[in-house]
């Protein structure tokens, strides 16, 4: 089967540093991406690793390691909008765009 | 700029009744579309994508079924909803080409009873 692992909650203070890993095993691989969903709303993209390294998008970070299956996102300097749900997507099928997602990871920033 | 819209934003439906949920993606033109369902604290499951008008491709069997009528326009459909059927629709869409990232609409909550 093809599955995305991701820890169920996460929780930080604000200013802190958190990082959201994500494990997967699918049968094809091009990407990984990251979406935030706040309560009631709709996902939202991050960011997107096609190659192995980090990717740096202001206070979000994503790193992917392709040879263990590995990537995480990372949030500095964290603020009280960024309680919500980070899912991890797997770009599996050429062609299609079809993203695989995580079961998703709820962020729960405190003062 | 492109924009995603569906309607409605919420609907309450009885058990055996029919399901009509439409998305529009305005800016863009042969859009890769997408239906999601996710259930209260869930992950996204997709349900049906579409890479041109009249061609869809079913992920899951279910009593559900879409419908590409125009380029922009998607519809995800029901004769007869169940129970297992209420959970928060989500449509999106991707460029041709692009880095696969999806933009998704707002999404519509649906509640069987």
């Known amino acids: 089967g093809q599955s995305l692992e991701q820890p169920s909650e996460v929780t930080a203070v604000e200013g802190a540093i958190v990082q959201i890993n994500c494990t997967y095993q699918?049968?094809?691989?091009?990407?990984l991406s990251w979406y935030q969903q706040h309560d009631g709303g709709a996902p939202t993209f991050l960011s997107y690793?096609?190659?192995?390294g980090l990717e740096e998008t202001g206070r979000f970070s994503s790193f992917l390691s392709r040879s263990d299956s590995y990537g995480y996102l990372l949030l500095q300097e964290l603020q009280m909008k960024d309680s919500a749900s980070y899912f991890c997507?797997?770009?599996?099928?050429?062609?299609?765009?079809?993203?695989?997602f995580g079961t998703g990871t709820r962020l729960q920033v405190f003062p | 700029s492109q924009t995603i819209h569906q309607w409605p934003a919420t609907l309450v439906q009885p058990v055996g009744s029919p399901l009509s949920l439409e998305c529009t993606v305005e800016?863009?033109?042969?859009?890769?579309l997408y239906w999601y369902r996710q259930a209260a604290g869930r992950g996204l499951q997709l349900l049906f994508y579409?890479?041109?008008?009249?061609?869809i491709s079913s992920e899951v069997p279910q009593n559900l079924s879409a419908s590409r009528p125009q380029d922009r326009q998607f519809i995800l459909s029901s004769k007869k909803l169940l129970l297992s059927d209420s959970g928060f629709y989500l449509c999106?869409?991707?460029?041709?080409?692009?880095?696969?990232?999806?933009?998704f609409g707002p999404g519509t909550r649906l509640t069987v009873l």
């Open positions: 999106a869409w991707t460029g041709r080409g692009t880095t696969d990232t999806q933009y």
């Open positions: 699918t049968s094809g691989f091009y990407g």
């Open positions: 690793n096609a190659l192995d």
């Open positions: 997507a797997v770009s599996h099928e050429v062609g299609t765009d079809k993203l695989i």
């Open positions: 800016g863009t033109s042969n859009p890769n």
């Open positions: 579409s890479v041109g008008i009249g061609q």
